[in-house]
């Protein structure tokens, strides 16, 4: 049975998946994260046989530069060596891809689930649209919550963390 395009994307969903699960926080893992997309990746058979490297470079958007593949081969390495490496990038972008898709739609589902909660320094004011009406704090949930205050959102970044007194 031949390996198809669509499992190899099945099996870069299942990988992802089960990294998120375990390390569902990017910024907290020490490395782990990255150390498990690198050892589920090597022993992948989309890595380890040849004629499945080729659907991973048929599938992919991140096929890997020439330069990229070229600075981690030996001078006499063999093409299919050569289309290994290039696969094993590739399949490490494209877990990563899905990795940061999953983190994104883990935050948003977070940020949404605190709309409408009391803020903490306005009593009687719920927080509307990412703030309080009152004050413009950003919401907040738990004993602390990293949150995009209105301005951080149009600019795409995380810089306001609120802690419970």
Not at 3 to 29: G, N, R
Not at 73 to 86: E, G
Not at 109 to 125: R, Y
């Amino acid at each position: 049975m031949a390996d198809t395009i669509q499992e190899y994307w099945q099996t870069v969903k299942d990988i992802a998946e089960e990294i998120h699960e375990q390390y569902p926080d990017p910024d907290s893992d020490n490395g782990g994260r990255n150390e498990r997309v690198h050892e589920d990746v090597d022993g992948s058979r989309w890595i380890i046989y040849y004629s499945a490297n080729q659907v991973v470079l048929d599938a992919t958007n991140n096929e890997p530069d020439a330069g990229d593949i070229i600075g981690l081969v030996a001078p006499d390495s063999t093409w299919l060596h050569m289309r290994t490496i290039a696969a094993f990038l590739a399949m490490e972008a494209d877990i990563c891809d899905v990795l940061r898709g999953l983190d994104d739609a883990a935050e948003e589902a977070e940020l949404e689930a605190v709309v409408g909660e009391a803020c903490p320094n306005c009593p009687g004011f719920v927080c509307e649209d990412g703030k309080c009406p009152n004050c413009g704090r950003p919401e907040m949930g738990g004993d602390s919550w990293e949150v995009l205050c209105i301005e951080c959102q149009k600019g795409n970044q995380k810089s306001h963390v609120y802690k419970r007194g």
